[in-house]
């Protein structure tokens, strides 16, 4: 055991509860003696607790901060007392848009901001009691670590896992810089509002996509992940497999608009090839539809239309990506007048051009099947394009299949006012052989037959994208390449890793589509590593994601400038234990942190490829109803409210509010109620420590500590902190009530209060005479026999209405029930002078008396 005790004599008992002076105690106790600070290399039990580290993009931590970080330290504290050696760090995700955007506004370079933000982030930290270890704090933004982020991205690209490519990507005109489609909202930037453009630029990505089954998979997989059911199942939505086909297409440029099969052979030789999930319906697709910028326009486009043709696509080009996706926009597109064949009816079908197709999904074509998809049938019915329907309504009664008295596809030929969407319980029409077949058939059968015909094959499809890292801004770690006219993309040697981020005066991104970092000689131009020619530095940054892809790896070995993660560490240490964090990151950071643990496990860097064994999203907080924001007036700040009332009663107010995976409604009227519960226990503490051990206690008291035990780590455990509160908070009103100071009471109940208020726990501890911290001891047990009560409460009903209640001993039997019932006055005022007719008992709960 640590003693942490300086050599006095036990304060006095009858001090009152002083938050202030007891917090700035053992804030500086715990750093003098090292309280929060593990042994690494030789930890007996070892739980990484880990939570996610904060943007230091303002100008400082709000309540919802707070409320995530008190959680997560909570239960490192409850696992500390569990015997387990806890490693609790902390960091800040100091890189990235968040923080050059902040830095923008104010007017100050972020080299010089973000440190000042960071020193006033660890003062609130340091405030509000975090268990940190603090010797392994670390910024994604000092060299001594982005030097490996960096190495991770050489790594990915000597393993083929990375790569630059040209693609079309949202840009936001006053951010000046690429977003992702979930930072559009109805074609507008997330952040600031203003329409976002479509841009074609040169990107460096990592191949994702390669991992998305193993990424899928695993999410099913206990033994490696136990996460919060909303987190994975928004991980599978974002993956977003598919079972389906990839149809081909034979193209047929100039031919006549007769349907004809041979002529349809003619041509480029090339083909169309889409995927589909419903290959079922490839007879009733009438027409192509291509995105702009698929690279057969031009070859399908016939001179008479090529002007319309880049006319819409010069249209296309202005427009971001999310607002080309929007289902209930007008359709608009062109004909290019080329055609491609029908592979099911041998039929030349029209190609045409639309910006509601995009590239990025699928193969950037499209069979359009009108009379089954409500955009199709939108494009058609204003294009004057043919509708044929060929999936009906399957018969009653028949479980699927057609009623042999009933013609086959009825309801095929029903006016097409609208598209038959109900299509996966209707069977094939106007299908030549599918004829009748139930949709699910259908599917497995046309695209065996089309396999067989060399038209097709069925394949699975995600929707999940290759991770674009770039970032044509000023603020992240430059992606380690140097161009050379001779040797194309160079990566720089490991071992002039880090490329320092230089500080520049004109950090700010213009409108050129190119990083600040170009505009600076002196750092763009250098040597070429392999030929000694002047070469050229990449300017762009890297993704802010991938600074977080890694950080709980580093944590550990904060120390080794030679290394990124220690190999005897991260096999002691990780998979992390426990990760809290908000749901807002369900997708991107966790999904990209889970990718790149992958590559690294591939690659033979990390002996497992899941980086958290369990994860739970925390809830958010509201004030008085009404979501926090600057212009409501309503924010939180928490620096406030901890010199009021002292972080512990703001950490308990915290963790009070309602179910921590849920979040709750914060009002200043309910932060006293945290307060005076702690001042009893003050009171109750200081008589103990009066009184000793010894006192008699009455066995319902003994039952109800054993109950309240039991509640408590439960509700730890199980992340529903207020009820392990409300425990608490029963607990002391029934020790209160039976006038109980028992010392050996009192030192259990410090030590299950110590988790959410660890001052208030560690004074009281040292007032009861230990030397050693609180965290030293070990949770209390609780003996089962001592939860069930002996004695419970019997309801008493008399013709059906409740008149009172009974205490009678568990299980007793109905004559006893019915004695004790008979006996109480509030039933006999019921029953006096009529007779008792019938007596209806439900065991240990209620006695329904009929009189008559």
């Known amino acids: 055991m640590t003693d942490i005790s300086k050599p006095t004599a036990i304060p006095s008992t009858d001090e009152a509860y002083h938050p202030d002076a007891v917090e700035a105690k053992w804030q500086a106790r715990w750093a003098e003696r090292h309280i929060n600070e593990p042994d690494l290399d030789h930890p007996a039990r070892p739980f990484y607790n880990l939570m996610m580290f904060p943007y230091p993009s303002a100008e400082g931590l709000h309540v919802g901060n707070m409320f995530a970080f008190t959680g997560a330290d909570l239960y490192g504290r409850f696992k500390r007392l569990q015997g387990y050696d806890v490693f609790e760090p902390i960091g800040y995700d100091a890189f990235g848009i968040h923080s050059e955007n902040y830095a923008i506004k104010l007017g100050i370079n972020p080299a010089i901001l973000i440190p000042r933000n960071i020193e006033n982030f660890r003062r609130q930290l340091k405030r509000i009691g975090g268990m940190f270890d603090w010797r392994h704090e670390l910024s994604t933004t000092d060299p001594r670590y982005y030097k490996w982020t960096q190495w991770i991205f050489l790594q990915l690209l000597k393993a083929g896992k990375a790569y630059k490519k040209t693609a079309a990507v949202n840009w936001c005109p006053k951010d000046k810089t690429v977003l992702a489609n979930e930072q559009v909202i109805d074609g507008r930037c997330e952040r600031c509002g203003t329409v976002v453009e479509q841009r074609t630029l040169e990107q460096w990505f990592f191949r994702i996509t390669e991992y998305a089954d193993r990424l899928l998979a695993d999410l099913d997989d206990q033994s490696k992940m136990d996460w919060s059911d909303s987190t994975t199942t928004a991980q599978r939505n974002w993956l977003g497999r598919s079972e389906g086909a990839e149809l081909e297409f034979p193209l047929s440029v100039g031919a006549e608009t007769a349907p004809s099969a041979a002529r349809g052979q003619r041509g480029s030789g090339s083909v169309l090839k889409v995927y589909t999930t419903r290959a079922d319906t490839v007879f009733g697709a009438t027409f192509m539809v291509l995105a702009p910028e698929h690279p057969l326009v031009d070859a399908l486009t016939t001179p008479e239309q090529r002007a319309e043709v880049e006319a819409y696509r010069r249209a296309a080009a202005s427009k971001d990506l999310v607002s080309r996706k929007v289902g209930d926009r007008e359709k608009t597109g062109v004909f290019t007048g080329g055609h491609a064949v029908n592979p099911a009816t041998g039929r030349e079908i029209p190609v045409w051009v639309a910006d509601y197709v995009l590239m990025e999904y699928g193969t950037g074509a499209i069979m359009a099947v009108p009379g089954h998809d409500e955009r199709d049938f939108e494009f058609a019915r204003k294009f004057g394009l043919p509708i044929v329907r ?430 004790a019932a008979m006996r109480d006055v509030g039933v006999q005022r019921f029953v006096e002078q009529k007779t008792v007719r019938k007596r209806i008992y439900v065991a240990n709960r209620l006695l329904n008396l009929v009189v008559g």
């Open 390 to 819: 060929v999936v009906a309504e399957a018969p009653a009664g028949a479980e699927g299949h057609p009623d042999p008295e009933r013609r086959e596809g009825e309801g095929a030929d029903a006016p097409l006012d609208a598209p038959y969407t109900d299509n996966e319980s209707g069977i094939l029409a106007n299908s030549a052989r599918f004829d009748g077949l139930p949709v699910p058939e259908a599917k497995r059968a046309v695209t065996a037959w089309l396999e067989s015909k060399g038209a097709g094959k069925g394949v699975v499809r995600y929707r999940l994208h290759d991770w674009c890292i770039s970032r044509q801004r000023y603020w992240g770690p430059p992606i380690p390449i140097i161009y050379c006219d001779d040797h194309g993309a160079v990566p720089v040697p490991e071992k002039d890793l880090p490329v320092e981020l230089p500080l520049i005066e004109d950090f700010a991104p213009d409108d050129s589509g190119i990083s600040p970092l170009a505009r600076h000689e002196e750092w763009y131009y250098v040597p070429c590593p392999v030929c000694g020619k002047r070469g050229r530095r990449e300017t762009d940054v890297s993704d802010t994601f991938l600074d977080s892809a890694w950080y709980h790896l580093r944590y550990p070995s904060t120390e080794f400038d030679d290394r990124p993660f220690d190999p005897a560490r991260t096999r002691t240490w990780l998979p992390v234990h426990s990760y809290i964090g908000g749901n807002e990151h369900a997708v991107l950071h966790l999904l990209y942190a889970r990718f790149i643990t992958m590559v690294l496990h591939d690659l033979g860097h990390l002996p497992f490829d899941e980086p958290y064994r369990k994860f739970r999203a925390h809830g958010l907080i509201v004030k008085d109803g009404a979501k926090m924001s600057k212009s409501r007036g309503n924010v939180v700040v928490p620096d406030e409210y901890i010199a009021r009332w002292g972080a512990d009663t703001f950490r308990m107010y915290l963790m009070f509010l309602g179910p921590f995976q849920e979040g709750g409604d914060f009002q200043d009227s309910g932060i006293s109620g945290p307060r005076r519960f702690l001042d009893k226990v003050w009171s109750f503490v200081n008589e103990a420590c009066r009184e000793g051990e010894g006192q008699e206690v009455h066995h319902g008291v003994i039952v109800k500590l054993n109950q309240t035990k039991k509640r408590v780590t439960e509700g730890l455990e199980a992340l529903r902190y207020n009820t392990s509160i409300a425990a608490l908070m029963e607990l002391v009103n029934a020790l209160r009530a039976e006038n109980v100071c028992d010392k050996g009471i009192a030192e259990e109940l410090v030590v299950m209060l110590a988790p959410f208020v660890p001052h208030f726990a560690e004074e009281c501890w040292e007032r009861m005479g230990h030397r050693e911290s609180v965290f030293e001891a070990r949770w209390p047990a609780w003996d089962e026999e001592l939860v069930v009560e002996d004695r419970i409460e019997v309801v008493v009903q008399v013709n059906g209405k409740t008149r009172s209640k009974v205490q009678v001993a568990r299980d007793a039997d109905e004559e006893t029930v019915v004695a």
